[in-house]
């Protein structure tokens, strides 16, 4: 009787560590199991991490409209200083990654309508035209750090109002034929053909009457006729017609030594970069037709929109009213290949 009353005492005795043996191994496994789904889960995430990345590098398609001698002169860039994809949702959507680029430079000179050229341009929402970055001398100090800033420009880098939200389809500046383009021409041809820039040259006709605009906006740096603010560009008739009150006063020793020299300036430059695709336009013919505006957002590549400006054209007058000793300037062109400047645009 002892011996079974012993028997079964040793048997509760053994019970609650045989349990607890139990329970853990139950805790065990299912902290094995869960380590394994967890561990599953971020190997998921890990490899969703490399597919985003992997989408992303993936080469992208040229639109279908596209010709196959347009496709060097689209770009995709990629900039230094923030993404052109979005961050939050790379497998949903890419957002400018694969939206094609062109590059281009508008090459002029002072007072010839690239600024009010360039206003039009920026009103399209895909196009950003930088200003006249090169009129800054120390970001043309020599030929490297002109290449470093043009650099900054195509790599969409480069940021001011011209910047656009909207994915950009054409991004270029301008550049004045006196700020060393002309000295560094052989490498600045190098570096578009490298590139693939596209070229639009703007210039002026009438030579005359852009010397006559040029003398007059240097006359306003110092006299400030708009309430003691200088401005080379206006948006109002008003403030067009206090400007084009001042009427120059022509050195006509100077003036066909000049007119040759600009002459020369402008079919010099063509001829360098004959071999860059390019566009030759006249501010006198966007002046009378504007559907001109149509054939360069066509050469930039870009969807058509109706482009505008807000800048009003200064010197309308005839020419008899705007130069102080005109019976001067007219005795000296009379007669020579600038005669034709005299008459009407």
Known sequence: METKDSVDV????????????VVLVVVVVCGIYICGISLEQKGLRTSTKLLENTVFKQPCNYPSEVE????????YPEPKTYSRMIDDCALCRE?????????????????????WFETFLNSHINVSSNGEIFSVAKRRANVSTILETMDKVYNLDWFSSASKNECSAAVGFKWMLNQDLMEYHKEIVEYFERRR???????????LRRMISVLANSYDKDAKLLNGTHKSHVH???EAEILAN??????????????????????KAITYFKNTRHIVLYYEDLINNRTILKDVQEFL?????????????????????????????????IGTPYQKFLGKD
């Open 10 to 21: 040793k048997s509760i005795k053994k019970f609650p560590l045989t349990l607890r043996l």
């Open 246 to 267: 001042y009427k120059p006063r022509i050195n006509v020793t100077l003036l066909i030594p000049e007119l040759n020299l600009t002459k020369e300036t402008t079919t």
């Open 95 to 115: 957002e400018c990654a694969c939206n094609p680029v062109l590059f281009f430079c508008i090459v002029s000179m002072q007072r010839s309508g690239s600024g």
């Open 301 to 333: 590549k870009v969807p058509y929109r109706e482009l505008k400006s807000r800048q009003v054209k200064i010197h309308t007058a005839p020419l008899t009213r705007q130069i102080e000793n005109w019976d001067e300037v007219k005795e000296v062109l």
């Open 236 to 238: 109002s008739a008003s």
């Open 197 to 207: 820039v596209s070229i639009i040259f703007l210039f002026r006709r009438n030579l």
């Open 68 to 75: 196959e001698w347009e496709i060097p002169y689209l770009h």
